[in-house]
């Protein structure tokens, strides 16, 4: 299963992205991913992109999209 997170930076590929902060704590505390993990990113405007996880950390978990 592929999760998806929206992430309103995330407009093209090989992006580094911050997730908001809501979504950021899904991914970490719900459904504990980390760094590595593939996932999926939309920015909520029609693009969305294959991404893994770079960061995860205690206020933030950032993304590389491509």
């Known amino acids: 299963m592929t999760y998806r997170f929206f992430a309103p930076d995330a407009d093209r590929p090989a992006l580094t992205v911050q997730l908001p902060a809501d979504e950021g704590r899904h991914l970490a505390r719900v459904l504990r991913l980390k760094d590595g993990n593939a996932v999926r990113v939309f920015d909520g ?3 969305e992109h294959a991404a893994v ?3 995860v950390g205690r206020e933030c978990v950032t993304v590389r999209t491509g």
Do not use: F, Q, Y
């Open 45 to 47: 405007r029609g693009h």
């Open 53 to 55: 996880v770079t960061s």
